[in-house]
């Protein structure tokens, strides 16, 4: 995605498009303080802006307010916001479902039903992960990390598993024995 922004800046400024606009905004101070950080992230010219801006694609696209976003492999819902509190019990305005073949509109108490079995799924997957791998045994870990190391350790272990993966994958061949039976 981040090459074909570079592509599309350099095919702008050949028709004579600015490269950067200047962006004002005016916001009270405690909404300005929470915001200026958010805006900083998403305008960073490199990997990470471009992550944060594709994060919110679904967001943009919503004529509400998302509350929260699941992804499957072919299906997605949204549950929308904002919240409108019964009590101490918060409700969604509604939510969306796209599946193949369905798209779906779902009322607020749909929304919520649907918003707490996938949050229970979410649970059950996660905890059930951890099982599997025994990472209750594990001593915890600070959230925080050294980013800069971190992601050196990530992308060298992902060189090496498509450099395994390279050198795994065997030669197509004409003859279904191998190039050197007859």
Known sequence: MYVFRKAFGWFGRLLGAPERISLHFIAN????AYVRPLVRKLLADDDDGETY???LKD?????RPPLALYHGTTSFCRIDGPSQWVGDRPFPLGGLILSPGVTAHLDPFEAEALHEHMQGAVERAIRAWLADRSRRAHPAVPVEFDRREADHTAKAMIAAWAARQERNRRPVTDDAKGPHHV
């Open 59 to 63: 967001w943009h696209r919503a004529e």
């Open 29 to 32: 101070r405690r909404t300005a």
């Open 53 to 55: 801006r594709t994060a």
